[in-house]
Every structure is written in C-alpha cells, then in structure tokens.
C-alpha cells in the first residue's frame, strides 16, 4: 500500500501537535503480586551543625539578686535543614578546680557552683541551611549567697555553655 505524501505530512503534524500540547491519551497499567526488601539511609548532623550566640544581660548579676533573663540565637551552620528541639544551658566550670570561666579561663576563688541557669529552653524550630532562629527567649541566670565572701567574681563574664 503507498501512502501520499500529504498523508505522511499530516500524520508527522498531528504527532507533533499532541506531542507538543499533551494532547494525546495514553493508558497501560500491570497486575502483579509481589514483595521485596530495600534499605533508606538516614542523615545524622555532625557535632558542630549549631552555633549558639548567647546576648549581654541587661543587667549585673550579684549574690542572692534575682536572676536575670537572658535572650540567645541559634545558627544552622550545616550543609541540610536541620531540627533544633531544646537546648541545654550551664555553667561549666575548671575541670580541676570547679571555678567558673570567664574567656575560658578560670575565675580563681569564683566557683561555678555559685551560678544557676535555667536548664533546658524550648525551641523547636526546623532551620535550613544557613537560617537563624532569632532571639530565643526563656533562658536566665542567677547567683546564689554561698555564705561566703564572693568578691572574685567581681567585674567578669561569665562563660555559659549551649547544648543541642
């Protein structure tokens, strides 16, 4: 059987035509039973996917004041999208000597014992890449009256650590 050239242009232009517009139905489908097994591969966050910047007080703390509320930001340095639940809060102190840190130094005769922070604060944001979850608020620190003379404290910062 020989076919037109016309018939052969105008098959090759509706082809082209549903092509282009989606205009042409397709339908196939399969039954089958079956089972199988696969594996999927769950992410896990390094050690350093959170960088936590903790903001100056308002005020000065002194022994047996009240505490004092303080406001910290949470940063996504990590390569995916990352959930932050809650962060823990402390005051560490010289593994040896038990003083609290200014700088990372020890404080000497300024125990971190004499300091309470709040323990753990919600946040419970999913952060991408890169974002900040911005002015965290709940967190607060105080120092307690040991009783004794708390002088070495005075006019020092003191370090408080972030955990995820």
Known sequence: MTISRNKKLLAASLTAVLTL??????????TSSG???GTATIGS???????????????DLFPGADALSFVFDVHNTGSGTERVGTVGITVPGASVTGYALDGGTGITGCMASWFSVTPSVAVNA??????WANGVTGASISMTESGSDQSA????????????
Request: glycine share 20%; charged share 5%; net charge negative.
């Open 153 to 164: 404290c005075q006019g020092h910062t003191i370090d408080v650590a972030f955990t995820t």
């Open 21 to 30: 517009t989606g205009g042409g139905v397709a339908m196939a489908w399969f």
């Open 35 to 37: 089972s199988g097994t």
């Open 45 to 59: 966050p390094g050690s350093t996917d959170f960088h936590i910047v903790g903001h100056a007080l308002s005020g």
């Open 126 to 131: 999913t952060l991408a890449a890169g974002a």
